[in-house]
């Protein structure tokens, strides 16, 4: 040992912080004592400080004796004079951080206070269990300022700009909290989220408790382990002003879209509603989607399969691949093949009696024969670590989750779990866009994988991703097991089912990247006419057989082969005979809709929005009644429709994915100070100022072609209803003509053959005829006189179940306001019952009620019954229930 002694502990291990202590009886080092030797040499009296920040190895005197001894700054300075005094006389003066502290009991030791300032309770309650007594670890529950609601607050002046924030209400008490913490403190660190809103959080609460930015202590982990703790706090540094910037940068361009562009909608389409940024985009991606699915013709097409016979009564399936020498495609692949100017190679079977025609010449065919028989090995490698957009995407697919509640689950396990022993945090930060893996991470999956799985399945160097993603910043670690050791069942019993279901996502996921690649024998034959090979009808036989699981042990995606099935063995010129031929009919399919999973991946592959936002994107999209999410699928509101069409018509920038993508690349170089946040807000308040003087927003009206006014004989426009907030066809001549016609779910305009009053369906204010007619929540009959009478009947979507409630209503199917099905009782609001899974078709055998189906992969799947509540086993996918269409007091006619 050095003979100026050590900050480290006699028998103990050095924790970060700062103690004064007293040499003359013991001195503390974060509260542990050093023995007196070990301090041997050093003057009589002095403070010790134990630092991260302290370039000296072995300790360093923090303050000066009052009678003169010298002492050792924490950046460096002069070494203390060895010039005895009398310790329990003379007051040691200490200078800790941005205040001065007097300690006048020299003959006792003194502890220094810390506080440490974090986002959560949960994540609080963790941290502070591995820092010890002298630190007091306080939440500031999120942001504790923001952009006032009433104001602008963006300031600009001179090509700068600047925000003006304000503590919202429900932050006061918080902020007084944390103000009173930090002025009793010596020392503050800011332990908020490795991101820019967590670099943001800290700046804001060094801003009011007035610590400058260069004194406040920095503190950033992306694990919240006693190991990942200690070591940040061993490393403090300095608030990071850019990562500031360029989320204030990001707010600042945020409000300024909103507040300058919403009243433009809140005048010419409906009051209430406002445009983003970022979401505006992802709402035109899904209403262009739709107007994709609206125009798509679907156009006919036929496959034919035939069965051949082998020798030792082998059966080959094969399908139709050529004919004549040209590919047989679908028209899909055609259209592709058109516009590379190679259309003439392939042909489609487009009707019945093209297929019929190659059936017949199969049949026709007295030999076949195998030729070109290949076998290929291949092999697959895993998928990388998750990532947040990833992470949400499989959630999605396999556990059923929202983005929003993935990222809820993931927050949980990352800021700490107690597993009796200890509470600690199961998984890295969930906010990341890098698929990087700490070095000692990669090692202690290798050894697990050695260990459980054998050296089959282990990789002789770690496996290593990369991205070529837009934007990617690959700053921070991927998202992983914080101890790979850890196993699912393991901790099963500490969590809640959501918690175990993410969690042994995440783990299994994150072993499967450090396993061997799965192998694949391909396997293909061709069959022929065995005189004519190369005309007529061509058959192709393929199978695909797994050799070898690699990671498939551990972790399939939806993407990875299973293998395709066995072929029996065939060699060229082996001859074959015909068992069967069949030709079957399909339809080409339009765009499918977007999944959370499928939006979230084409926002990061434009390089739109960032880790932190898909989830609050889609939120905001759903609770603005934009888009409704049905079977896990996006549709868009038509209030949703007429904000792109407006936005699309009049600020067609906002919308547009290139410079929407473009300003977030400007953010990112905010963010690695390579520009400035003033100048680029100020610049872009600008743009978007000069795009409101210069064009003259309108109500959106779209011509629609070939409808003419029933009033009037003058063209038809497609005008959206601020009030009803539906689409409606309105003449062209409005306001000089009133004329309109109603349109379908669809967008059609209904003919006025079909706006005949329905006789059968009597108003129930006036007693007359009523009109079906299409509304935001299905399908009503309203008053042929409207508006003069109001009168509806709603039309009830029954399952043919009473309603276990109340026993006198039936159970319809309803659509929320968010646009989620429901079943609910049709005596509300007299009875309130409600089920929000579709029910099974099977009624429960002891009652008769409707039963509610088993959870998703359940092992043993039960149903249980919403009157009685009674279990009982069903099949994994039982059938559900399905509506029938029921207009309440309908008279029965003559007709019928």
């Known amino acids: 040992m050095d003979d100026r002694g050590s900050t ?16 003359r009886t013991a001195a503390l080092v974060a509260g542990s004592p050093v023995e007196q030797d070990a301090i041997a040499g050093w003057p009589a009296c002095r403070p010790v400080r134990a630092c991260s920040r302290c370039p000296v190895e072995l300790g360093a005197v923090f303050g000066q004796c009052e009678t003169g001894s010298r002492w050792h700054p924490a950046r460096g300075g002069r070494q203390p004079s060895r ?19 007097t300690i006048r009991d020299c003959g006792r030791y003194a502890v220094a206070k810390n506080v440490v300032i974090v986002e959560s309770p949960s994540k609080a309650k963790t941290i502070e269990k591995y820092l010890g007594d002298d630190y007091k670890v306080v939440a500031s529950y999120g942001h504790v300022r923001d952009l006032p609601r009433s104001d602008f607050a963006v300031d600009v002046n001179g090509g700068d700009a600047s925000l003006r924030y304000e503590v919202p209400k429900s932050a006061e008490k918080v902020v007084g909290t944390l103000k009173r913490e930090i002025d009793k403190a010596d020392n503050v660190f800011l332990a908020t ?7 943001a959080i800290a700046w804001h609460v060094a801003e009011l408790a007035e610590v400058s930015t260069d004194a406040a202590n920095r503190v950033v982990f992306s694990e919240i382990t006693r190991d990942a703790i200690l070591a940040a706090f061993e490393q403090p540094r300095e608030i990071d002003e850019a990562l500031v910037d360029a989320q204030q940068a990001r707010r600042a361009v945020d409000r300024i879209v909103g507040y300058r562009l919403s009243p433009t909608l809140w005048r010419n389409v409906a009051s209430g509603i406002s445009a983003g940024r970022v979401q505006s985009v992802a709402l035109r991606l899904i209403c262009d989607r739709e107007d994709e699915i609206r125009a798509f013709v679907p156009e006919e097409y036929w496959t034919l399969e035939a069965d051949f016979d082998a020798d030792g009564g ?31 190679r392939v042909v489609v079977l487009g009707d019945q009696a093209s297929a019929r025609e190659v059936e017949a010449r199969t049949r026709a065919i007295p030999s076949w024969t195998v030729t070109g028989t290949t ?3 291949t092999r697959r490698n895993p998928q990388p670590p998750f990532i947040t957009s990833t992470l949400q995407g499989e959630a999605s697919s396999k556990l ?14 990352y800021e700490g779990i107690n597993l009796g022993d200890e509470t600690v945090g199961l998984i890295t930060y969930m906010r990341t866009d890098s698929v990087n893996l700490a070095a000692s991470a990669l090692g202690e999956i290798g050894e697990l994988v050695r260990r459980e799985y054998g050296e089959r399945y282990a990789l002789d160097q770690p496996r290593r991703f990369t991205r070529n993603a837009k934007g990617a910043q690959e700053a921070h670690e991927a998202i992983r097991p914080t101890g790979i050791d850890r196993r699912p069942r393991e901790v099963a019993g500490r969590l809640d089912r959501d918690q175990l279901a993410l969690y042994d996502l995440i783990w299994k996921r994150t072993v499967a990247t450090q396993m061997a690649p799965a192998v694949f024998d391909n396997l293909r034959a061709d069959v022929v006419d065995a005189e004519q090979p190369d005309r007529g009808p061509a058959y192709r036989a393929t199978g695909q057989v797994l050799k070898f699981d690699g990671f498939l042990k551990v972790y399939r995606d939806e993407d990875d082969p299973t293998g395709g099935g066995q072929l029996p063995e065939l060699a060229d010129d082996q001859g074959l005979e015909l068992a069967e031929v069949r030709s079957e009919q399909h339809e080409t399919q339009p765009p499918p809709r977007y999944t959370e999973r499928r939006l979230i991946e084409v926002l990061e592959e434009e390089g739109i929005g960032r880790p932190s936002t898909y989830a609050q994107i889609i939120q905001v999209l759903v609770q603005r009644e934009y888009v409704r999410l049905e079977s896990r699928r996006f549709f868009p509101t038509p209030l949703g429709e007429v904000v792109t069409a407006y936005l699309k018509q009049h600020f067609s920038e906002v919308v547009d994915v290139s410079f929407t993508a473009r300003m977030e690349a400007e953010l990112d170089e905010v963010a690695q100070g390579r520009r400035h946040m003033g100048p680029m807000v100020s610049e872009f308040l600008g743009e978007v100022d000069d795009w409101i003087a210069e064009r003259k927003p309108e109500r959106p009206r779209i011509p629609i072609d070939g409808v003419e006014c029933p009033t009037c004989g003058a063209g038809m426009e497609k005008v959206f209803s601020g009030k009803s907030r539906q689409w409606f066809a309105s003449c062209s001549r409005w306001p000089e003509c009133d004329g309109t016609l109603p349109l379908d779910q669809y967008g059609n305009v209904t003919s006025v053959e079909e706006l005949q009053p329905d006789e059968s369906v009597p108003c129930p204010e006036c007693g007359k005829g009523t009109i079906r007619r299409e509304g935001r929540f299905g399908p009503f009959y309203g008053c042929q006189d409207y508006p003069k009478c109001r009168g509806i009947v709603n039309v009830e979507q029954r399952i043919g179940f009473s309603c276990p409630k109340c026993e006198q209503g039936q159970l319809v199917q309803r659509m929320s306001r968010y646009g989620k099905p429901f079943y609910g009782c049709n005596r509300y609001p007299d009875c309130d019952f409600a089920l929000w899974t579709v029910p099974l078709a099977q009624p429960c055998p002891h009652c008769g009620g409707p039963m509610k189906p088993p959870r998703r992969n359940a092992k043993n799947p039960t149903a249980q019954c919403a009157k009685c509540d009674e279990k009982v086993p069903v099949d994994p996918e039982p059938e559900r229930v399905t509506t029938e269409e029921y207009v309440p007091g309908r008279r029965e006619t003559a007709a019928s």
């Open 8 to 23: 480290t502990p006699v028998g103990g291990r050095r924790r970060p912080g700062v103690v004064v202590g007293c040499c």
């Open 83 to 101: 010039r005895p005094h009398d310790p329990a006389a003379v007051p040691v003066s200490v200078r800790i951080g941005t205040r001065s502290r």
């Open 193 to 199: 989220d490795l991101d820019r809103e967590g670099e």
């Open 314 to 344: 082998n059966r080959v399936t094969a399908k139709l691949h050529t004919l004549d020498g040209r590919r047989v495609v679908d028209p899909k692949t055609r259209d592709e093949r058109e516009d590379k100017g190679t259309s003439d």
């Open 375 to 377: 076998r290929r090995e």
């Open 400 to 413: 059923g989750f929202t983005a929003q509640k993935t990222m809820r689950v993931a927050q949980q396990l």
